[in-house]
């Protein structure tokens, strides 16, 4: 039992812990994780891509159903991102089982590799699931496959990072739900996911371009049918700009031990 | 040889409270069993804590087998194993599921055959593939110490291993400590049980109000601070102590039928002498008994007089 041991310098088999524990928590609450967005999902096409939308006029050439995709994917993925990232470091808070993460060699950076790595690919995997159910319902056309690919994964990082944060932050069940509830669904629905920003009064898109959402929308959009309401490197920097706050807020946390080690 | 674990200057405070703990020196040594007592709140789960990681000191510098376990954490919390107080546990994995994310996270490769053997040593094999929901709160806390031991740490920390457990295991556990400390591992426990330190430990140390009183072997400890009494069952009562007694330091109990002579343990006191002079003075007693401090004494008499 005491044979020599050093942890190497990155320590893989805890993030590979930490991975296979949050994915087989996902795959214990399949219907939940899976198949709960892939009806949500559903019934907005219906509603808006077949119901209202073959009433309506298509936007930059593309027919409504298929507009709204790029959107719908993203409403998504920026809320299980959050979901999932937070619950995922709120539950060993709240049953104590904490006691182990922090006790054992692994370096912030390995933890959050491991968390924020599950939920990210739980999200990336989610968003194609939506996309074949989407395609489905409307035809569809994918001009930057790469890109679209790299901007899903990117923007899953990004929010699972945040959504880490969140669930560190949260004290409560209250806390994790206040977040998504007050400031993301509103962010999204105003963020040109069912319309083009161009169709709002001039004020009201200038105000638009201060929702973050409007750029990942819109990125993610021109990845889809080579059309964006913002330039596309904007769209960029705010991802790898807003990225670098959650990973900077991440480091801060670690550092301090905020809400971690009192 | 250089201590395991070496404890220097450490201070806790905690930011809505009094200190934690006020300046603990320790050094514990490679192999032994070091039994920790201390009232409730005296600061001995804050003192693991610090030690594993879980808590960060105010002040003050820990060393796991020579690393520090603040800038060198990867190194110092390898060799560490803990089981926590509180049965803190997953409820939806399986045993084998909990207890191999434990090992991984603490950065040893997979050995089902070594997982194996302790789900066998821990009488938990048959609950291999159970939910941990479904188990009692005793094989909780088997399941809790098995991943504390799932990547073969050097040093174990046992905060109140037996608190509301049943006496079969804690039997089994005793005989698990037992054979880790063959294998060499150093085992640190808190315990509320005092026979339980004087059954298994080497050494104690006693923590009240975040300060170490005292550490010594528990031998030397006994010797040093505990007490004999030799209580005489009188045949005729007396009213008080006769004067001629005076000199002995002598109690009078039960209405006056017990004369109780309290001694250091060292030996050093001449009973004969006492059993003339009584012979001498007409007092004769139809019974005698001895009864030596326990443990439990001497940290009853530690911890009241500070407080």
């Known amino acids: 039992m005491t044979r020599p041991f050093a942890v190497p310098r990155f320590n893989r088999y805890g993030v590979l812990a930490i991975y296979k524990f949050e994915i087989a928590r996902a795959l214990r609450t399949l219907v939940q994780s899976l198949v709960t967005p892939v009806i949500t999902t559903s019934l907005y096409f219906i509603v808006f891509g077949s119901a209202i939308g073959s009433r309506m006029h298509s936007v930059d050439g593309v027919s409504y159903g298929a507009f709204i995709v790029p959107g719908l994917i993203m409403l998504t993925l920026f809320t299980e991102s959050i979901t999932n990232a937070s619950f995922g470091i709120f539950y060993p808070k709240f049953t104590g089982t904490i006691y182990e993460l922090l006790s054992a060699p692994v370096s912030p950076l390995e933890i959050v590799i491991g968390y924020v790595g599950a939920a990210a690919s739980k999200s990336v995997t989610l968003g194609l699931v939506i996309l074949s159910t989407a395609a489905l319902y409307v035809p569809m056309r994918i001009q930057h496959p790469e890109a679209m690919v790299a901007l899903l994964a990117l923007t899953a990082a990004t929010f699972s990072l945040f959504g880490f944060i969140i669930g560190i932050w949260a004290k409560g069940w209250e806390q994790m739900q206040v977040i998504p509830a007050l400031v993301l669904t509103p962010l999204t629905f105003l963020g040109g996911a069912f319309y083009s920003i161009d169709m709002l009064p001039p004020a009201w898109r200038t105000f638009s371009l201060f929702n973050p959402a409007v750029y990942l929308i819109n990125a993610f959009r021109w990845s889809f049918y080579g059309r964006t309401d913002v330039g596309i490197g904007i769209s960029l920097a705010f991802t790898l700009g807003f990225f670098a706050v959650c990973a900077g807020v991440v480091a801060w946390i670690f550092r301090s031990g905020y809400r971690l080690k009192n | ?307």
């Open chain 2, 1 to 307: 040889m250089r201590p395991v674990i070496s404890i220097q200057q450490l201070h806790k405070r905690y930011a809505s409270g009094p200190a934690a703990l006020k300046g603990i020196d320790l050094d514990i040594r490679k192999g032994e069993i070091f039994a920790l007592l201390g009232p409730n709140g005296a600061g001995k789960t804050t003192l693991i804590n610090v030690v594993c990681g879980i808590v960060t000191a105010s002040a003050g510098k820990v060393f796991a087998d020579g690393h520090d376990v603040t800038r060198d954490y990867r190194a110092a919390r390898a060799k560490i194993g803990l089981v926590p107080q509180e049965l803190s546990t997953d409820a939806f994995e399986t045993v084998w599921a909990t207890v191999t994310f434990s090992r991984g996270l603490f950065g040893r490769a997979p050995n089902p055959p070594y997982i194996e053997s302790l789900l066998r040593d821990l009488s938990l094999d048959d609950k291999r593939n159970a939910r941990i929901m479904t188990l009692s709160g005793g094989m909780k806390r088997r399941v809790m110490i098995a991943k504390a031991l799932s990547h073969e740490p050097e040093i174990l920390f046992l905060d109140e291993p037996t608190a509301g457990v049943d006496v079969e295991l804690r039997r089994d556990m005793w005989a698990l400590v037992r054979g880790l400390r063959e294998q060499g591992v150093t085992i640190i426990l808190t315990t509320h049980y005092i026979e339980e330190a004087e059954e298994m430990a080497d050494r104690i140390g006693v923590i009240n109000d975040g300060s170490l009183i005292v550490v010594d072997d528990k031998a030397a400890l006994i010797n040093k601070l505990g007490k004999k009494q030799l209580t005489l069952q009188l045949r005729e009562p007396l009213r008080g102590i006769p004067a001629d007694l005076a000199a002995w330091g002598l109690d009078l109990k039960a209405d006056g039928s017990e004369l109780v002579f309290t001694y250091d343990i060292d030996h050093s006191i001449d009973i004969s002498a006492l059993v003339r002079r009584l012979h001498e003075l007409s007092i004769e007693f139809s019974d005698m008994h001895t009864r030596q401090s326990t443990l439990e004494d001497i940290f009853v008499s530690l911890v009241s007089k500070r407080r």
